[in-house]
């Protein structure tokens, strides 16, 4: 468990940051670093050198404003678990966060590692992209922001460029009428979600579904958003049997399979866990 | 822990380990922990194939390397003249047994195998020079699944092992049984994969060598559970060392479960770098590496069947198993799946004819050797689940048919077909206690009541025997092991009445210290706190055969009793002479001698151990000091038993297993120390538990290693798990002077069988028979599903 020799830099700024990876191609961020070292001490990964982020300042803090939530991409998962802000504007994201790991990684790990690793068994994305969230990111040209629906591009692969740093993110609040939830099916071995749901729904004024969002985690090579489910469950009454047949016409067409868990096999958990998500998102709705 | 250390009643009581303090709080000194001056570290370069010829090693870019000191190949360690080998411990007849040299002369037959050597300044520049060695392969076909490597075609291991065979073992009485099963009213069949697991030692091995080359001594620190036993065989076969000059140390040792018992190339390789280069050497292993070199365990395929009579009486059990042994034959591997496994088919069970045919079969893997339980995990495996299905093919109830089966109470000793005699036992005695823990008949009702409303409960048995604590040493000498299985012991009681033991057994987190100090507390009615315990270290004790295979209390313990009761009779010799009284007229009450009847002149073990080392008024032909060895053999085996119970639910919507319940109630004697006991069954059951269903080593068609870390290969955690139920029966072992048997490896004997049959169990609506381990979630959805 040694890894290659590496340089390592501590900025402490966001554009300093932004300095040195630009003129690092083969260098890191480190955040949490509880993804990242463990590939550098199975030598998979060997960057020439890491740039820690995480003593800069504004990366940290939970804000409320203008009906969002921003967060910044050095918080914990253990601060947004434990968040009374994200647990009433966004509960599927503070569920998701609690149950990462165990505590010693929930102490150490970050959102923005989280996303920008874009691990797609990590419980994170599919709770972002759910949400609806935007993910605010910084370059040599300047910042940017981009849907969590255009971030994850591939098996840990996203929409940031080499020498960007994603900031913070941003979700909305959730208004009246309006639920999420995150169920997760643990993988036995790693912890990581086997299949992961994370569901949001709205109830319009006479109690039917006016919008939902059901997107997995640990299903396939990306956190995948299931549209024909949520699709179908607008409009409904959001009855459990609306749920169950909604969820019944679920389809993840590049499954990913392991030796615990089948791709077809995946897919039926994925309706039970979906189906749980939903449930208790209406139930908070 | 006042009022814990009065000598007498210590014995029996949950005293808290001692060990703990310095383990929980840092302080404790593990193998990689121990620094010397001017250590130079060592990283061994492994094969990324199952299989392959070595054209060729260019090492000349790690060489150039700053920092690196050495690279060595096998040609090295062969020019050096040592013997290079590392040799099986257990000989069966006919056994094919292929060299097995420090590190791949020309071919590797396994993902792991050893091909070249580092030495360098530091770690991380030993860890670099590895991805500077270039091996030219020639890969070849590689075989890991045991059955398929017996078959015509197969990729060989070793030329000289025909259809990859190693052995071809046999026991029981093949005729008589299938007469049995001719005239069998009903017939249950069962066909086991035995799953390969990985053993997974909180502390990976490691080894701190130290050659000093003007005394011609070797020093090393390694993680062993046996340092005697690994000092014997570095010096016959792998370094040719003379044993009076090698030193074993173990020092802290961070858990075992077998993997630490083995002679494996790498301590040696350590050894043997140090004496290259004049310099201490360290060697340890990452997580990968153990993943990739720790004997693995278990890796089955059997076939076996149970006939019955009209009324499930038991009339034959006949069993056919092919045992995976690894690339090599591993220290004691072939023990394993042969006197480990098939002497223990009879169960609980009062089985007229067994017959027990095993293939020890090569295969492109890591060697498979003794894993907590060794042999007779899978044996308990086979039969339990067998009495299952006889039980589901008779319509016989599960706890019924075994009632019917067992040994009674009143036929011990009771010799077994298959070579084992019985000496105690109470198995109904168990079964009740167990049954009416859990309320069996309610459970059956309540089980009917939930698959009403589509809830799936079952519940499993499994009433186990086991045999431990292998001896005597004759016997097991006959059945080839070249290892005695006595144990040694050294209470030495000093001027001041303070005492310390030494024993050759070598513990690795079961306790002794505490537990070996109860006993002495006990015999020398001295207190607790003034005895201290002292193991694993060839240079200080006596030679001893180390801590596997559930034998430290039984054998070892018996050994520090027997050496107590010598320190005693010793003592009592001495104080009838301070005394002036005849020894027969002593009593010996709380490590007081006195008179019958005169309590208040009396000479304590102090005031003798003083005298006894002063010498200056000793009785005639008495020698000075007051100290005791011993070397005990035992008589037989010791055969712990009992009945364990695991409740489960079945979801159907998603096939998870929730095991709700957990009772053991177990048979291991008299116990030393109630809280290690049940902290041994609870760590066996977690085990058991995590083979049944959650861990599985999977080699893929090419024998490659696809759980090769801990993010595929599942270790239970704390919250897939119950708080587990525990519970006892005591049947003293009648042999030996404590009355005790063993408890390290009953929870990883028992729990298998038990989880399975109570997911089987609750299955049964849906006609499922059997369902291999591990029984992960997917499995069971498609045990109801298709």
Known sequence: MYPSKFDYHRPSSVQEAVQILSGNPDAKVLAGGHSLIPVMKLRLAAPAALVDIGRIGALQGISRSNGSLRIGACVTYHEIANSADVQAAAPALAEAAGQIGDRQVRYRGTIGGNLSHADPASDLPAAALALGATLHVTGPGGSRSVSASDFFVDLMMTALQPDEILTGVEVPVAQAGTGSAYAKWEHPASGYALCGAAAVVTRGAGGSCTGASLCFNGVSSTAVAATEVAAGLVGSDLSDAAIDSAVGNLSIPDATGDMFASAGYRQELAKVMGARALRTARDRA | ?786
């Open chain 2, 1 to 786: 822990m006042a009022g814990e250390s009065n000598g007498a009643g210590v014995f029996g009581s949950s005293i808290r380990r001692r060990e703990d303090p310095e383990l929980i709080t840092g302080r404790a000194k593990y193998t990689d922990d121990l620094q010397l001056p001017n250590t130079a570290y060592c990283t061994i370069l492994r094969s990324d194939y199952a299989h392959a010829k070595i054209n060729g090693i260019d090492a000349s870019e790690a060489e150039a390397l700053d920092g690196v000191i050495a690279v060595y190949t096998a040609s090295d360690i062969a020019d050096s003249g040592v013997p290079g080998g590392i040799p099986v411990g257990w000989l069966l007849p006919d056994m094919v047994i292929p060299e097995h040299f420090m590190l791949a002369k020309d071919t590797t037959r396994y993902v792991g195998d050893g091909v070249a050597i580092v030495v360098a300044e530091d770690q991380y520049t030993a860890h670099d020079a590895l991805e500077l060695i270039y091996v030219d392969y020639d890969p070849r076909d590689g075989v890991a699944d045991p059955k398929k490597a017996t078959e015509d075609g197969a990729p060989l291991v070793h030329d000289e092992a025909p259809n990859n065979i190693a052995f071809d073992w046999e026991i029981g009485d093949k005729e008589m049984t299938d007469a049995a099963f001719a005239n069998a009213a009903h017939v249950a069949s069962l066909d086991i994969v035995n799953n390969r697991l990985i053993p997974n030692a909180m502390e990976p091995r490691a080894a701190l060598a130290d050659y000093n080359s003007i005394t011609g001594e070797l020093t090393l620190y390694m993680t062993t559970q046996n340092p005697h036993i690994h000092r014997l065989l570095i010096s016959l076969a792998s370094l040719g060392l003379p044993e009076h000059k090698i030193r074993v140390i173990a020092p802290e040792v961070g858990g075992g479960f077998g993997s630490k018992i083995h002679h494996y190339a790498d301590e040696a390789i350590a050894a043997w770098a140090s004496m290259q280069t004049g310099r201490p050497v360290k060697w340890t292993a990452t997580r990968t590496e153990t993943y990739l070199t720790d004997a693995h365990g278990r890796d089955h395929v059997t076939h076996a069947e149970m006939a019955m009579d009209a009324d499930g009486k038991f009339t034959g059990l006949r069993v056919d198993t092919y045992a995976a042994m690894g690339a090599y034959l591993s220290t004691f591997a072939p023990a394993v799946p042969t006197y480990l496994y098939g002497t223990l088919m009879s169960g609980e069970y009062d089985l007229p004819a067994i017959y027990c045919h095993v293939y020890g079969v090569f295969t492109h893997t890591v060697p498979v050797d003794a894993y907590r339980g060794a042999g007779r995990p899978e044996a308990t495996f086979v039969v339990e689940r067998l009495v299952d299905e006889a039980a589901r093919v008779s319509g016989i109830d599960p706890a019924e048919i075994r009632r019917r089966n067992f040994v009674a109470p009143d036929n011990f000793p009771f010799q077994t077909q298959v070579a084992l005699a019985y000496d105690s036992g109470n198995y109904e005695g168990a079964l009740d206690k167990a049954l009416e823990t859990i309320g069996y008949d309610d459970f059956r009702n309540e089980q009917a009541a939930a698959r009403e409303q589509g809830k799936y409960l079952g519940i499993g048995l499994s009433t186990y025997i086991e045999a431990c604590g292998l001896a005597p040493s004759a016997v097991v000498g006959s059945l080839g092991a070249q290892a005695g299985q006595w144990e040694s012991a050294v209470v030495r009681v000093h001027a001041t009445g303070k005492v310390t033991v030494y024993s050759g057994c070598s513990g690795h987190g079961q306790g002794h210290e505490t537990t070996y100090a109860q006993i002495v507390a006990s015999a020398l009615g001295v207190p607790y706190e003034d005895i201290d315990v002292i193991e694993g270290d060839s240079g200080v004790m006596p030679h001893g055969w180390g801590t596997y295979g559930s034998r430290s209390a039984a054998t070892g313990g018996s050994a520090i009793a027997s050496a107590a009761e010598k320190v005693v009779d010793k003592a009592r010799t001495i104080a009838a002479h301070l005394l002036e009284a005849a020894e027969e007229d002593l009593e010996f009450e709380d490590g007081n001698f006195f008179v019958k009847g005169s309590p208040d002149q009396a000479q304590s073990l102090p005031d003798v151990a003083l005298q006894a080392y002063l010498a200056h008024n000793l009785p005639k032909g008495i020698e000075p000091a007051l100290e005791a060895t011993s070397f005990y053999d035992p008589e037989n085996f010791v055969f712990p038993f009992g009945t364990h119970i695991a409740v489960v639910e079945v979801c159907a919507n998603t096939g998870h297993v929730e095991l709700q319940r957990y009772l053991a109630v177990d048979d291991v004697g008299n116990v030393i120390n109630p809280m290690i006991v049940d902290g041994q069954v609870h760590g066996g059951i977690a085990q058991g538990v995590g083979q049944s269903l959650y861990e599985t080593a999977v080699y893929d068609e090419g024998a490659n290693l696809l759980s090769g870390t801990m993010l595929d290969y599942a270790v239970p955690k704390a919250h897939f798990l119950p708080s587990f139920e525990t519970d006892r029966t005591v049947t003293p072992c009648p042999h030996n002077p404590l009355g005790v048997k063993g408890v390290g490896e009953a929870g990883t004997i028992a729990s298998p069988a038990a989880v399975v049959n109570a997911v089987v169990d609750a299955l049964s609506p849906f006609g499922v028979a059997h369902i291999d381990m591990p029984v992960t979630s997917e499995k069971v959805w498609n045990a109801i599903n298709n």
